[in-house]
C-alpha cells in the first residue's frame, strides 16, 4: 500500500471464520509535500497558507515561511506577498471582479507550483432562504447498547439562487446559526430573573458546494439542503428553583462565493474523502482533485487550491409559534457573537417577533 506523508488509512476487518480484529503495520514516509490553501475575494488582499502535510504520529502543522509567493493578473501585474503571523498576503492587490489571477508558489528546494488562472466572478444572486417544517430520523443508542430510531421535529433550512450567466454556476457555502434561549432563575423567590444563552454553531461543513442547472436560459439552484433546527423543550429541566430553558429564535447568517469548477471539485473531492458512508474501505487520498501543480517536476505531489470568488451573505432568523407553524424575518445585518450568556437584561443583539 502506498502512502503518502498527509493520509494513511487504518484498516481493520473482523473475520467472519475466527472474529479476530487485524490492524497493518504503520507505515512512515519521509516524503515532503507542500500543502497550499490560497484566495483571493473580491475587494480583498490575497491570503497564501503553506505549510508541510502532517505524517502520521505527528502533531504540529509545519509552516513553510522561506517559499516565494506570487499572485499574477491577466494585465500583466505580478505582486509578491510576504509572510505575516503564518499567512501569506499583500497590501498592493486586492480581488477584482473580472479579473483572472494564478498563484505561483517557488520553495527554497527549486520546486515551483502554478495553479489553474481563476476567474473572478460577480457575487451570487441569493433568491431565498427559507424552512420547511418537518421530521428527521436520527439513531441513537438504548441503555442496552442498541441502535434505536429517534423522531426530531423541526425546521429544514433550504436556499434558492438564481444566475443569469449562460454557463454552469459552482458555489461554496458558510453557514452557521446562533441560538438564542433563555430560562428564569430564582422563580420561587420575590426576585426572579431571567437568565439569556446564546450558542453559535456550524450548519454546514467547511467543503459544503453545490452547482445550477440551465432552466429558461437562466442557471438555477433550488433547495439546496442547509441544515436542520431541531426544536426541543425537556420540561423535564426544569428545578424548583428555575424554568427549563426555551429556544425562542435561530440566527441564520449564510455566505455564498461564487467559484471555479475545479475548486468546486477540489472541495467536492475533499467532502467526499471525509463521508466514506456505508464503505469498508475509506476513500483513497488520491481522490482529492487539487488545482495546483508543480511545473518543475511533474511527478511532485501537492496538496490545495487556489481560487478566486466574491461572496454574498444574507441573514435570516426563524423561531417557532408551535409545533406546525413557525415565524421568519429577514435581516440587514447580524454580529458574530460565539457563545455566552448574561442576566437580568438581554443583550443588544438580542431578537424578538
Known amino acids: 500500500m502506498k502512502k503518502t506523508g498527509m493520509y494513511i488509512i487504518l484498516l481493520s476487518w473482523v473475520l467472519i471464520s475466527c472474529r479476530e480484529m487485524y490492524y497493518p503495520d504503520d507505515v512512515k514516509s519521509p516524503e515532503l509535500i507542500p500543502v497550499i490553501q490560497g484566495r483571493i475575494l473580491a475587494n480583498q488582499p490575497p491570503e497564501v497558507k503553506l505549510y508541510w502535510a502532517v505524517s502520521f504520529g505527528d502533531d504540529q502543522v509545519r509552516v513553510i515561511s522561506d517559499a516565494e509567493v506570487y499572485i499574477l493578473d491577466d494585465y500583466g501585474f505580478t505582486v509578491q506577498l510576504q509572510l505575516h503571523d503564518g499567512i501569506y498576503t499583500t497590501g498592493d492587490m486586492a480581488g477584482e471582479v473580472g479579473v483572472t489571477y494564478t498563484l505561483r508558489v517557488?520553495?527554497?528546494?527549486?520546486?515551483?507550483?502554478?495553479?489553474?488562472?481563476?476567474?473572478?466572478?460577480?457575487?451570487?444572486?441569493?433568491?431565498?432562504?427559507?424552512?420547511?417544517?418537518?421530521?428527521?430520523?436520527?439513531?441513537?443508542?438504548?441503555?442496552?447498547?442498541?441502535?434505536?430510531?429517534?423522531?426530531?421535529?423541526?425546521?429544514?433550512?433550504?436556499?434558492?439562487?438564481?444566475?443569469?450567466?449562460?454557463?454552469?454556476?459552482?458555489?461554496?457555502?458558510?453557514?452557521?446559526?446562533?441560538?438564542?434561549?433563555?430560562?428564569?432563575?430564582?422563580?420561587?423567590?420575590?426576585?426572579?430573573?431571567?437568565?439569556?444563552?446564546?450558542?453559535?454553531?456550524?450548519?454546514?461543513?467547511?467543503?459544503?458546494?453545490?452547482?445550477?442547472?440551465?432552466?429558461?436560459?437562466?442557471?438555477?439552484?433550488?433547495?439546496?439542503?442547509?441544515?436542520?433546527?431541531?426544536?426541543?423543550?425537556?420540561?423535564?429541566?426544569?428545578?424548583?428553583?428555575?424554568?427549563?430553558?426555551?429556544?425562542?429564535?435561530?440566527?441564520?447568517?449564510?455566505?455564498?462565493?461564487?467559484?471555479?469548477?475545479?475548486?468546486?471539485?477540489?472541495?467536492?473531492?475533499?467532502?467526499?474523502?471525509?463521508?466514506?458512508?456505508?464503505?469498508?474501505?475509506?476513500?483513497?487520498?488520491?481522490?482529492?482533485?487539487?488545482?495546483?501543480?508543480?511545473i518543475s517536476d511533474s511527478g511532485e505531489k501537492v496538496i490545495g487550491k487556489f481560487e478566486a470568488s466574491s461572496a454574498t451573505i444574507i441573514y435570516k432568523v426563524f423561531g417557532w409559534i408551535d409545533l406546525n407553524r413557525y415565524n421568519s424575518m429577514d435581516l440587514d445585518y447580524y454580529p458574530e457573537v460565539g457563545d455566552g450568556s448574561v442576566e437580568k437584561f438581554p443583550p443588544d443583539f438580542w431578537l424578538y417577533f
Open 106 to 294: 517557488v520553495l527554497n528546494d527549486g520546486r515551483e507550483y502554478v495553479s489553474i488562472p481563476q476567474y473572478l466572478q460577480v457575487a451570487p444572486k441569493i433568491d431565498s432562504l427559507y424552512a420547511v417544517p418537518g421530521k428527521r430520523i436520527t439513531y441513537v443508542y438504548s441503555a442496552y447498547n442498541t441502535p434505536v430510531y429517534n423522531e426530531e421535529q423541526g425546521l429544514f433550512i433550504r436556499s434558492d439562487l438564481t444566475s443569469y450567466e449562460s454557463n454552469t454556476q459552482y458555489y461554496k457555502f458558510h453557514t452557521f446559526v446562533v441560538k438564542l434561549s433563555s430560562y428564569q432563575e430564582a422563580i420561587n423567590t420575590p426576585g426572579p430573573y431571567n437568565v439569556y444563552i446564546w450558542e453559535t454553531t456550524g450548519m454546514d461543513n467547511s467543503y459544503a458546494v453545490d452547482f445550477s442547472v440551465d432552466n429558461n436560459s437562466k442557471q438555477v439552484l433550488c433547495n439546496h439542503s442547509v441544515g436542520f433546527l431541531r426544536y426541543y423543550y425537556d420540561p423535564s429541566l426544569r428545578t424548583e428553583s428555575k424554568t427549563a430553558p426555551f429556544t425562542s429564535a435561530w440566527v441564520v447568517t449564510q455566505t455564498i462565493y461564487s467559484i471555479s469548477a475545479d475548486v468546486y471539485q477540489f472541495y467536492n473531492s475533499v467532502g467526499r474523502q471525509l463521508s466514506a458512508n456505508d464503505q469498508i474501505f475509506a476513500p483513497v487520498a488520491s481522490q482529492v482533485k487539487s488545482n495546483i501543480h508543480c
